[in-house]
């Protein structure tokens, strides 16, 4: 049977990385498969139209299904491909367009001409790949992604913890603060909404939370405790590892900050495996959730574009265009390393997923407040292995219509104009010396990060959903129309991007004015 290349499917080891021995052929592992949706140019139109501005009703989830998942035939081509592989049908979902495969090491690599070794590097093991995956001929134009033969960890949370006294990547200041949630809410003066009858899906690849955790913080603050669900993607579940500088901390962190500022939204939380296949899994899963019905996602895990493959960049960004013409709001973390995003190399990195054109891609801020009142916001930098806000612009994304015109202005005093996807689009208080009060695996402690910036968003966004009689949905396109309705930050730099008045690679537009933006949204 003759084979083609599948796109965007080429696939490097991990830096430092070398081959301990041949996977194990008799090791069972699950496949998805991402076949292309319908309607795509119908799809494409509506979500032109969105960006436009013009009066564009969102589509209901089941409609999606209908017009823009997967067609029966795709399906059936790939059901007839698993059996002639030995490869078992695990599940279907139509309007996810994904079928997930199971069978052994040496079914996949016979079936998809890939060779899968046992990898060892710094951070641990994994089960890996390099170069590219091979389809059969009649699959050319059908199937669009191979996701989960390399089970390497794709992405990292963005949150960073207070570093302690004495820290020598401490910075200098005289007095560190801290604030809950519904302080900084209030500092930015949020509505006065509950974000009753919302759902806000939280995306999480690891760790987990205990419900006495929340029950304690939640009273501590007077809030009302929201309603909290698991959601299990890919066998992973709701597991606490008492490990509160691990995934712990982002689980809470998120349910923290999303819940005690719209206590009576609901919250769904997806655990998914951290993987590419993991991670698409859930967000499509969040997506195409008939039961919780999400109107807002917040993610704070990401990693630099050039950890990914194109595949998967493109397969997720599709999923947030589908988002997007069913009127969910999708905020993510921008990343906590500064505009190298962690990358040793020398050059500028963006983080992704936040680098989706079709995301609110959220940067950090350092948040002084004299009583009730800001007074100082800058860009979040604490230099060396402090942390310091994502930002800076996209090699992936083209530049999308809403940043048509704008510049990014670098350290060294010159203008970029924005050829590609600019990031981020918006900030929030991230620094963990003006941090989030928050508990964790028992222990009330202070976090900051821009993985509290997504949640701090996607509450917004849910409270001004729940006094409107319809759901914001894809924002981008009217807060650069109405970049007046942010607050501007002007002062501070994340590496090699310096703020400026208006857009910059650091904060995006700026941080949260909340009465003007419910006023736009």
């Known amino acids: 049977m003759s084979k083609i290349l599948l796109k965007g499917s080429e696939r490097s080891a991990v830096p430092g990385a070398r081959v301990v021995a041949p996977a194990n052929p008799a090791e069972r592992l699950e496949v998805s498969v991402l076949v292309r949706r319908r309607g795509k140019q119908a799809m494409q139109s509506r979500l032109a139209a969105i960006i436009a501005g013009q009066e564009t009703a969102h589509l209901s989830r089941e409609d999606f299904a209908r017009e823009h998942g997967a067609d029966p035939a795709d399906f059936t081509k790939v059901r007839a491909f698993a059996e002639a592989h030995g490869l078992k049908v695990l599940q279907e979902h139509a309007a996810r367009r994904t079928v997930i495969l199971s069978g052994t090491v040496a079914q996949f690599c016979a079936a998809f001409g890939v060779q899968l070794h046992q990898m060892s590097y710094a951070g641990g093991t994994y089960r890996g790949r390099t170069g590219g995956i091979y389809l059969p001929t009649e699959w050319d134009g059908v199937v669009e992604a191979i996701l989960g033969l390399d089970n390497r960890p794709q992405a990292r949370p963005r949150f960073r913890s207070r570093p302690a006294t004495g820290n020598i990547h401490r910075r200098a200041r005289a007095t560190a603060v801290s604030y809950t949630p519904p302080q900084i809410a209030a500092f930015y003066g949020y509505p006065k909404a509950t974000g009753a009858g919302q759902c806000m899906a939280l995306i999480e690849l690891g760790g987990g939370y205990r419900p006495a955790d929340l029950s304690t913080y939640f009273a501590g603050l007077d809030v009302s405790a929201p309603s909290v669900t698991a959601v299990s993607v890919d066998h992973a579940t709701n597991s606490p ?26 919250i769904a939380v997806y655990f998914s495996p951290n993987t590419d296949a993991g991670f698409l899994d859930a967000i499509t899963t969040a997506i195409h959730d008939t039961t919780n019905n999400p109107t807002v996602i917040s993610i704070s895990w990401g990693g630099p574009e050039s950890t990914w493959t194109a595949q998967s960049m493109t397969a997720m960004d599709e999923a947030f265009q589908a988002a997007a013409t069913l009127g969910i709001t999708v905020c993510i973390a ?50 060396g292995n402090g942390g310091a806000t994502g930002g800076g612009i996209s090699s992936f994304f083209s530049v999308p219509t809403w940043q048509e015109g704008l510049s990014a202005l670098t350290s060294a005093g010159s203008k970029v104009a924005l050829t590609m996807r600019g990031v981020p689009d918006v900030s929030g208080d991230a620094d963990p010396e003006t941090g989030y009060d928050v508990r964790v695996d028992g222990t009330d402690t202070v976090f900051g990060g821009t993985s509290a910036v997504a949640p701090l ?27 007046k309705d942010l607050r501007d930050i002007t002062k501070g730099n994340n590496g090699a991007f310096t703020a400026q008045s208006g857009w910059d690679a650091c904060t995006g537009l700026g941080s949260p004015n909340g009465s003007p933006l419910a006023g736009v949204l």
């Open 334 to 383: 921008a990343g906590d390393s500064g505009s190298s995003d962690g990358v040793s190399d020398n050059a500028n990195h963006v983080d992704f997923p936040a680098s989706s054109p079709h995301v609110l891609a959220c940067g950090g801020t350092s948040l002084l407040a004299s009583g009730s009142s800001i007074s100082s916001e800058t860009v979040w930098n604490d230099g």
């Open 241 to 266: 590892t008492g490990d509160a500088e691990g995934p712990d901390g982002e689980v809470m962190l998120d349910i923290e900050v999303a819940g005690s500022i719209a206590p009576q939204a609901r």
């Open 457 to 483: 968003w996607a509450a917004l966004i849910a409270l001004v959903n729940s006094t409107n009689a319809h759901t914001a949905g894809f924002v981008n396109p009217t807060l650069y129309k109405n970049p």
